[in-house]
């Protein structure tokens, strides 16, 4: 067995999943759903076999390494945190409601990181990752940003179903806000199937490919053209964003049990954050660079998203906030943290570094 | 009595969620801008970014205009440092504002409740079990120790009715978590400042076999440090025959009144601590001119003899033990490689596969020359069966160290260490308040529980669930039998 077969399998297993949750809820059967939980588990198992595997492997090559130092393990490794969460929760609450979304999300994302062609090689660590902090402060801060996208996907969730009104903020909020996600993710699909940039490097990705077939690309109409594909999705899910809401009511998902599970993850993500994250990261900085904190993007961006956290929790204990606010702001807190984990590196990094190339 | 009316307002103007939200929100804001514009670089990298943001037309402009604002060095900006005093100031206000209510909550004792009262507590139960209040009352005690309380116990009713409550709290003391961190935040905030204004960062580059009693601040000056610090060796370790680097080390020495009083090796992740300075590999590079000092390392080995290690400049000469023959280093190339053609070539600057061309001579005729190769051991044998190897180059390079000194460090992982304690007690512990009234009636004893927490409430639900329904069923079994 080899790491990539095994991710192989956890992400057709994350999708087989998928069905079965789905099933669950036209049938309610509790077979189907003990059935839909282990599919998950094997898959969970399967993804966490290829961890270990990949983490074998770099012994192997004479590197020896934990599997968390570039974007494409990151990202798998994200994936892992958002799954154990999960599971976590199910287990835990009794509750396979999320289990229809959180699959699917898990193995879009498995495939997604597979066909963007982000280089899956082990490569050898630098000098300044080479130190134990690594595992401490990588693995939290992935812990604590999975815990937060899953407050993310509580969040909005809890949005759908308490929104109709179109003229209603948080209702535009989520409409908005989920058809973003979409478009980039569209739009980096567009990427994918008009360069076939697999096997370069990340940073040639990022410059090289990102949006160049549509927002970014040489042709002017081309760029007219995606901004207003952008925009008329963006409407279309204004217009007809109910409709998610009516087909969500069958799931029978309580508006209450969604806003504890949202407070209750953050209340777990950000302890850990600002632990392994935040604390962790200072002393690796102060023993690797000399520095504990030096403003750098990343650590300016940790430090934003950890102040919305913070403003989430003392909105909620001083000011009493619930419901549709509490929601946007735990979904707000989660795009800070999407920029800092990614943004960071795709947008800071190449406003500066463009014109050098 | 103005004066007092201005520091009530002052006061007041600190104490204000408002201020705390306008604060995080500038913090934040700022932030980004910071993150955008490059901080404390040439002003030629602002100037293409804001180029390309707002068009050539207005580059100069917004970037004169950044640079006055400070933007360039915007967490050294005063109005920045004035937004965190702003902040502190918030932080401590509010906490301190707010300390006396938190005392009065933690201080007051728990007291028995009316029986009426129970149905108006969030977690409210009733259950009854068989038995009479003797039976009951050891058991319900037992269930209340299950999960940490310390019951107090007292009549309750009227006089005439046994009835009995017993009541509890626990983690009263968690209330404080929250101004553990705030104070926390704090502690940093003042460790921070004390690094700032009591420390030094700098910086040092040291050829080979150089020493100095000085470091440089970011702007070029000289700091002394009251010690001497040399470099006795740098050396690049690469993973197998790539140009990829597995570590950087140099070789430190610590003089002080001309003696030698430590000798390091540190690495990336691995610094030199020395009378409050801390020096950190943060770079590399080539000395720009070979110095004299500059020297090659061979490790020679004649057919069938000892190896003995020898070093010596480019152009001298070298013997090889036993035979009669001698070597001279003609050139040297910091990273040999061929091209297409064969012909030798120096790929890079940096030391990545240092190599010397070397001319053997015996009986005063050139037998062979050729190029010896640090990465490439097939280039050591030579064709008489003895083996050259080069094993360093000395005095190449030099060695870039990060110098430190930070009184406050400590200041600030103490912070970090109380804040980890107050996010423990802040998420994980809870007060809890628990009222339990026993009411005999008949052959069964009918409980009433009212219970109060400041957190989690379905998870002390939850407990109170277990533990209570698990009485029903012990006594339900004991009444069995």
Known sequence: ?357 | MADKNIIDKVWKFFTSVKLAVALFAVIALSSIIGTVVEQNSQPEKNIKLFTKMFGAAYAQTAYKTAASLGLTDMYHSWWFTGILICFAANLTICSIDKLPHIRRIVNEPVKPIETKDFDKYGIKKELAIDGNIETAKPAALEALKKPGMHPIEAAAGSPASKDIQLYAHSGRYSRYAVYVIHFSIIIILIGSVIGVTLGFSGYLTLPEGETSAVAYTQEGAEHSLGFSIRCDNFAVSFYGTSDMPKDYSSWLSVIENGKTVLKKTIGVNYPLKYKGYTFYQSGYGVVPKNNSKSLIILNITPKGGKSEQISLAVGETFKIPGANSSGKVIAFSPALAFDKNDRPYSYTENMNNPAIYVEFTAEDKVRHSGWIAKRYPQTWAMPDGSKVELVHNWGYQYTGLQVRKDPGVWVVYAGCIFITIGLYSAFFLSHKKIWVLLQPEKSKVIIKIAAFTNKNKTGYEGVINSVFNRLTHVTAQGQRR
């Open chain 1, 1 to 357: 067995m080899s790491s990539p077969i095994l991710f192989g399998i956890a992400e057709v297993g994350y999708f087989m999943a998928m069905m079965v949750y789905i099933g669950y809820f036209i049938f309610k059967n509790e077979a189907v759903g003990v059935t839909a939980t282990a599919v998950a588990s094997a898959a969970f198992l399967s993804q966490s076999a290829a961890l270990i595997f990949r983490w074998v492997e770099s012994y192997g090559m004479g590197i020896g390494r934990a599997p968390l130092t570039n974007l494409y393990e990151s990202l798998i490794f994200f994936v892992w945190c958002l799954m154990l969460g999960y599971l976590i929760i199910e287990f835990k609450y009794h509750n396979r409601t999320f289990g229809a979304f959180v699959t699917p999300l898990a193995g879009l994302a498995l495939g997604f990181i597979d066909l963007t062609g982000i280089s899956k090689e082990i490569e050898p660590l630098v000098p300044a990752l080479q130190s134990n902090w690594l595992l401490a402060h990588v693995t939290m801060s992935f812990i604590a940003y999975a815990a937060f996208g899953l407050a993310f996907a509580t969040g909005m969730l809890y949005l759908v179903l308490s929104t109709e009104k179109r003229n209603e903020s948080s209702y535009i909020f989520w409409t908005v806000a989920g058809s973003v996600f979409f478009i980039v993710l569209a739009a980096m699909g567009a990427d994918f199937l008009t360069f076939k940039a697999a096997g370069t490097s990340q940073q040639q990705f990022i410059k090289g490919y990102l949006f160049k077939a549509t927002f970014r690309s040489d042709s002017g109409p081309t760029v007219w053209l995606s901004f207003a594909g952008a925009l008329a999705i963006i409407i279309a899910a204004w217009r007809y964003g109910y409709v998610l809401k009516r087909m969500l009511m069958t799931f029978g998902l309580s508006l209450e049990f969604l806003e504890e599970l949202n407070y209750k993850i953050i209340a777990v993500g950000f302890p850990i954050f600002t632990l392994g994250g935040l604390i962790f990261g200072a002393i690796w900085a102060d023993q690797a660079w000399g520095v504990y904190w030096s403003w750098d993007p990343k650590e300016t961006w940790s430090l934003i998203s950890w102040l919305v956290y913070a403003f989430y929790l003392h909105a909620r204990y001083l000011r009493g906030w619930r419901g549709n606010k509490i929601a946007v702001l735990s979904s707000i807190g989660f795009i800070t943290v999407i920029f800092t984990y990614l943004g960071v590196n795709i947008f800071l990094s190449g406003l500066h570094s463009y014109g050098e190339a």
